[in-house]
Nanobody, 126 residues
């Protein structure tokens, strides 16, 4: 089992910045992907940014150039630096970790279990 602790959400004006952090604990298994999704009421949760265990980042097109994700593999933490925030960035942001369950085909085919944080509110408004 994995427990996630999120921090850094809040209220910010358009054009401002926030930094989200997430710390994972409680698992002895390898954590593969780790990152952030967000959700607006009535809409599907969407990927914001994820960084893999190899350090490869993946960004939603809507945040490229504005958000930067980073990860400390040893500490099982991930952070999201959000710059030039826009009202449309307003959402509940959820930390996500993928925990490795099995590995096949020489390590190229992984089966993982997702774990979600409780979510932290980010509101961008003047």
């Amino acid at each position: 089992q994995v427990q996630l602790v999120e921090s850094g959400g809040g209220l910010v004006q358009p054009g401002g910045s926030l930094r989200l952090s997430c710390a994972a604990s409680g698992s002895s298994s390898k954590i593969t992907d780790m990152g952030w999704h967000r959700q607006v009421p009535g809409k599907q949760r969407e990927l914001v940014a994820v960084v893999t265990s190899d350090g490869d980042p993946i960004y939603a097109d809507s945040v490229k150039g504005r958000f930067t994700i980073s990860r400390d593999l040893a500490k099982h933490t991930v952070s999201l630096e959000m710059n030039n925030l826009k009202p449309e960035d307003t959402a509940v942001y959820y930390c996500l970790v993928e925990v490795l369950l099995s590995e096949d085909n020489g390590g190229t085919d992984w089966t993982t279990q997702p774990y979600w944080g409780q979510g932290t509110q980010v509101t961008v408004s003047s």
